[in-house]
């Protein structure tokens, strides 16, 4: 199937802990992203990557880092994981950067720092 | 900063009525693109609206933009249980090249 994939799907961990979501896309997309969902549904870009370059950082704390194998992978990791943290984090792909194309989801990474 | 603000907040309707959700945003855009969330799931795609265009359909959707009112409205004809979801609007503006999106709608069709 031609998708944004992300794993895993649900994570519960502990406060301090480091962990990573690792994010695929199969659509030959040249632009991948991370976009964070508060529990008000709030939906946030957190960082941009066109052919594995960093585009967009969007004033993100540094225990978060993404990184781009390959312009068909974009994983995140976040060290020293906060309560604030916990949120729903969608990995997402689109053609290019530009104001014409639309984005392309994957399902969601249910973080939940306990 | 945030863009899009939504309109209502939440919309409870019967099956078969029509929906209509707003969208008001801030600064001069490029394009506006309506998209869905299915509870527990990513966001879909609806429809692109560009700056230039006032109206577009698809299927059962209508979406207009008004430029000088900075505003869009999502209008979901014969609404369907299954249309039950969050709708967000999502603003592109060239000046920062991203997608920026509202705080979302819930629709509830009640069959």
């Known amino acids: 199937d031609t998708a944004v994939s992300q794993t895993p799907k649900y994570l519960v961990t502990q406060m301090g802990n480091d962990k990573s979501i690792k994010c695929e896309q199969n659509l030959g997309h040249d632009t991948m992203y991370w976009y964070k969902q508060d529990s008000k549904k709030f939906l946030k870009i957190m960082f941009s990557y066109n052919n594995k370059e960093l585009i967009i950082n969007e004033t993100v704390p540094n225990r978060f880092s993404p990184k781009s194998p390959d312009k068909a992978h974009l994983n995140l990791h976040i060290n020293s994981l906060e309560l604030g943290d916990s949120a729903v984090y969608f990995c997402?792909?689109?053609?290019?950067?530009?104001?014409?194309?639309?984005?392309?989801f994957g399902e969601g990474s249910w973080l939940t720092v306990v | 900063s945030q863009q899009g603000e939504e309109d209502p907040q939440a919309l409870s309707i019967q099956e078969g009525e029509n929906a209509t959700m707003n969208c008001s945003y801030k600064t001069s855009i490029n394009n506006l693109q309506w998209y869905r969330q299915n509870s527990g799931r990513g966001l879909v795609h609806l429809i692109l609206?560009?700056?230039?265009?006032r109206e577009k359909h698809s299927g059962r959707l209508r979406v207009t933009l008004d430029t000088s009112k900075k505003s869009s409205s999502l209008l979901i004809t014969a609404s369907r249980a299954a249309d039950t979801a969050s709708y967000f609007c999502?603003?592109?503006?060239?000046?920062?090249?991203?997608?920026?999106f509202g705080k979302g709608i819930t629709l509830s069709v009640r069959p």
């Open positions: 999502a603003t592109f503006t060239g000046a920062n090249s991203k997608l920026t």
């Open positions: 609206i560009r700056s230039n265009e």
């Open positions: 997402a792909s689109s053609p290019g950067g530009g104001s014409g194309n639309t984005i392309y």
